[in-house]
C-alpha cells in the first residue's frame, strides 16, 4: 500500500469518514480535524509507516498531499523528530496496587482538603432524560447492565488507598454484585422538579470517593409519564470526561439488552499505566522536560483575576455553570469560519477566552492551563476504555498589543502548538517544579481551557440508539452536568453534544461575585458568536495591558537554626525525609518541596510518619511550615 494510501486510511479512521473522502486536496482542518486530532495522526504516522513526526510538524491545515510530501521528505533521510517507542502488555499479577498518572495524584491530593482550594472529591457529574420508560422493569434492567458493565470495564472495580495508589478488585469481587444503584421513584410526586434539582445539588457537590468504595454512583429517577432520568457521578482520578461517554454509552447498551456482548478487554488501565510510566526513562521524556525547565524562570504567572475573598479561605460546596448551547446551524457556521481562517475551533476560542481575560486583568502574557484528551493509541482496546487518561499541559499564552483577531487566534494557535509538541512532561509536573522555584504552594495554574469539540470524543454518539428497551428512548439534548476539580477557580470548556456545541464556564463564584463571571463569560459567548462575521477577524483588538513578567511573591518561612537533626523526632523526620526524597542525610532547616518533595509524596510521608501513632500530623499544619524542624515538632505534639 502507498504512502499516500495509509495516510488517507489514517485520517479516515482518526476522523470517522469513508476513506473515499479523503482527497488529496482537502485539508485535515476542512474534514473535520484539529489540533487534538493531529496527536493521534502522528502517533498512527509513527506505528504504521514508522516514521516519527512532532506534532508541530503537521498543521491541521495540511492536505493529505503536503502530509504525504513531508512524510517522503522524512522517509528519505530528513530530520527526524525522536518519538518514544513503548507498549502495553499484560502485568503479571493483574490485582497489584499500580500509580497514579500525574492528573489523577493532583485531583486525589485535592481530596485531602489541606491545599488551597480543595474539594472533599474531585468528580464529574451528568443527567440525560429517558422517556418511553419500562417503569417495572427499567431499575432491574439498569442494575443488571451496572452488574456486567463493572466485569467489562476494569477500572469501575478499582479502589485508591490512602496513600495514593491504586489497584483493581477481581470480577468476582462481591461488590460486583452490589453495584452503587439508587432508584428514586417520583412518579407520584408534584415536586418532582425540585427533587430532582436537589439530586443534582447532592450529587454534584459530593461524589463518589474510591479509597471508600465504587469510583462511581448510579441513580435512576422514575418520573410522571413515563419518563426518567439517569444520574452518573465518576470519580476523576478513576475516569475521564471521554470515559464518562463510553459510560453511558455502555451502560445502556448492556441495561437494553442482557444477552448483549461487548468485545473483550485485552488490557486493563493498569497495563496502560505501567507502560505509560516507563516514559520518564527515555531521552525523549528528558529533552521534552529540559525544554520546559529551560522556561520556566520566564514563565508568566495565572491571570491576575479581580478577587473578593481570599482562596485559602474559601471552602466552595462546588462549582457554578454558565452555559451556552450553540444549535448546528450556528455551530456549523463557527466552524466553516475558522475553517476559512485556517484556525481550529479550539484554537479561536483559546483566544476569545485568552483576550477576554486579558481585558479583565490588563496582563497580555498570561498561563493558561488546558485540559487534553492524552489516549496515547498504544492498543486498539485504549479508545473503548474507562479510565484516568487526560493529561494537562501549560500553555504560556502572550497576546500582541494591538492586532486583528485573526492574527491574535493564529499566534494562540501556535503557541499551543509549541506546549502540546513537549508533552510527554505533564502539566502537572512542569505545575509543581514552577511552585518549588516559586516558592508557594497555591494552585500554580488555576485557570483551565478544556476545548473537546473535533476530537474523537463526539465520535463515541455514533454508538448511542434511539431505544434503550426498558429504558426507552434517549433525549441526549436534554441533559446537564457538573464538574468539581480542586485547585482551579475558572475553567472554560467547549463540547458537542447530539450536534451542537456547548460553552460551559465553571467557576467558584464565591471568590469573584456573580457580576464579574456574568461579564466575563457574556464577553467569551459574544466573542465566539462573532466568529461568523468576517469583519471580526480583521478589527483589532485593543489590549493595553502591561506585558512585564509577574512572579507569585515567595512566601516566607520561619527561621530555623540549620545543622543535623536534634533529638529523637528530628531523627526520625530525617530517617523517613531521606528515604523518600533519596537523599543520603537532611538538614534540620530543609524545606520538604524545596528538596524536591511534591504533594502526592508528602501524603505519603506523614502517613508514614503516623504509621505507630493514633493520629498522624495534619497535611494542612504541615504545609503552613514544610520545615524538617517543625514538621518534627508537630510530630511532638502528635505524641504528647
Not at 403 to 413: L, P, R, T
Amino acid at each position: 500500500m502507498s504512502e499516500r494510501a495509509q495516510l488517507a486510511e489514517i485520517w479516515a479512521e482518526v476522523l470517522g469518514r469513508d476513506v473515499a473522502e479523503i482527497r488529496d486536496d482537502v485539508t485535515f482542518l476542512s474534514l473535520g480535524g484539529d489540533s487534538l486530532l493531529v496527536v493521534r495522526v502522528a502517533a498512527l504516522v509513527r506505528q504504521r509507516l514508522g516514521i516519527r513526526l512532532a506534532i508541530t510538524q503537521i498543521q491541521p491545515a495540511h492536505t493529505l498531499t503536503e502530509l504525504a510530501e513531508l512524510v517522503r521528505h522524512h522517509g528519505a533521510g530528513g530530520a527526524v523528530v525522536a518519538s518514544p517507542q513503548i507498549r502495553v502488555s499484560r502485568r503479571q499479577d493483574t490485582e497489584a496496587p499500580f500509580e497514579l498518572l500525574p492528573l489523577p495524584q493532583a485531583y486525589f491530593v485535592g481530596q485531602q482538603g489541606a491545599w488551597e482550594l480543595s474539594h472533599d472529591s474531585a468528580h464529574f457529574y451528568l443527567d440525560f432524560a429517558l422517556s418511553d420508560v419500562d417503569d417495572e422493569l427499567a431499575a432491574e434492567a439498569l442494575e443488571d447492565g451496572l452488574r456486567q458493565l463493572m466485569i467489562h470495564q476494569p477500572v469501575l472495580r478499582a479502589r485508591i488507598s490512602a496513600d495514593g495508589r491504586q489497584n483493581i478488585l477481581p470480577a468476582d469481587d462481591p461488590s460486583v454484585d452490589q453495584p452503587p444503584l439508587r432508584v428514586h421513584d417520583l412518579r407520584e410526586a408534584s415536586d418532582a422538579d425540585a427533587k430532582i434539582e436537589r439530586i443534582r445539588d447532592e450529587m454534584g457537590s459530593t461524589g463518589p470517593d474510591p479509597r471508600h468504595g465504587p469510583g462511581f454512583a448510579v441513580r435512576l429517577s422514575l418520573l410522571p409519564k413515563a419518563r426518567a432520568r439517569v444520574h452518573i457521578a465518576l470519580n476523576l482520578a478513576l475516569a475521564d470526561g471521554w470515559s464518562a461517554r463510553i459510560f453511558m454509552r455502555d451502560l445502556l447498551t448492556l441495561a437494553a439488552d442482557p444477552n448483549a456482548m461487548l468485545p473483550p478487554m485485552l488490557i486493563d488501565y493498569g497495563d496502560y499505566v505501567d507502560a505509560v510510566r516507563r516514559l520518564r526513562s527515555t531521552p525523549e521524556w528528558q529533552r521534552d522536560r529540559d525544554w520546559w525547565w529551560a522556561r520556566l524562570d520566564t514563565m508568566p504567572a495565572a491571570p491576575a483575576l479581580p478577587l473578593v475573598a481570599d482562596p485559602a479561605q474559601v471552602r466552595a460546596g462546588g462549582m457554578a455553570l454558565r452555559e451556552r448551547r450553540f444549535e448546528l446551524p450556528e455551530w456549523t457556521r463557527v466552524k466553516e469560519a475558522c475553517s476559512r481562517h485556517d484556525v481550529t475551533p479550539s484554537a479561536a476560542f483559546t483566544a476569545v477566552y485568552a483576550c477576554a481575560l486579558a481585558k479583565l486583568t490588563g496582563g497580555r502574557r498570561m498561563l493558561l492551563n488546558t485540559l487534553q484528551a492524552n489516549r496515547h493509541p498504544l492498543h486498539p482496546d485504549v479508545d473503548r476504555m474507562i479510565g484516568a487518561f487526560s493529561s494537562t499541559a501549560l500553555v504560556p499564552v502572550e497576546l500582541p498589543e494591538r492586532a486583528g483577531f485573526g492574527e491574535i487566534a493564529k499566534s494562540v494557535a501556535a503557541q499551543l502548538a509549541e506546549a502540546l509538541s513537549h508533552n510527554l512532561v505533564s502539566g502537572v509536573e512542569v505545575a509543581r517544579e514552577l511552585a518549588r522555584r516559586r516558592g508557594t504552594r497555591r494552585p500554580i495554574a488555576p485557570v483551565v481551557m478544556q476545548s473537546a469539540v473535533g476530537s474523537m470524543m463526539t465520535m463515541l454518539d455514533e454508538g448511542l440508539q434511539d431505544d434503550y428497551g426498558p429504558l426507552g428512548v434517549l433525549d441526549e439534548r436534554d441533559h446537564h452536568n457538573r464538574i468539581r476539580t480542586p485547585q482551579v477557580m475558572l475553567e472554560l470548556r467547549a463540547y458537542e453534544a447530539a450536534g451542537d456545541m456547548v460553552l460551559s464556564l465553571a467557576s467558584i463564584d464565591e471568590l469573584f461575585g456573580t457580576a464579574v463571571l456574568d461579564a466575563l463569560f457574556a464577553e467569551v459567548v459574544e466573542g465566539v458568536s462573532g466568529l461568523v462575521r468576517e469583519e471580526s477577524w480583521s478589527r483589532a483588538v485593543e489590549l493595553h495591558g502591561d506585558d512585564r513578567q509577574v512572579h507569585e511573591v515567595r512566601e516566607p518561612q520561619p527561621a530555623v537554626e540549620p545543622g543535623p537533626a536534634r533529638g529523637g523526632a528530628e531523627r526520625e523526620v530525617a530517617a523517613v525525609w531521606a528515604e523518600v526524597l533519596g537523599l543520603s542525610e537532611v538538614d534540620r532547616s530543609a524545606n520538604f518541596f524545596e528538596l524536591g518533595g511534591d504533594s502526592l509524596m508528602a501524603i505519603r510521608m506523614l502517613r508514614r510518619l503516623g504509621r505507630d501513632r493514633a493520629v498522624a500530623p495534619a497535611p494542612g499544619d504541615f504545609l503552613r511550615s514544610p520545615v524538617l524542624a517543625d514538621l518534627a515538632a508537630l510530630l511532638d505534639g502528635v505524641r504528647s
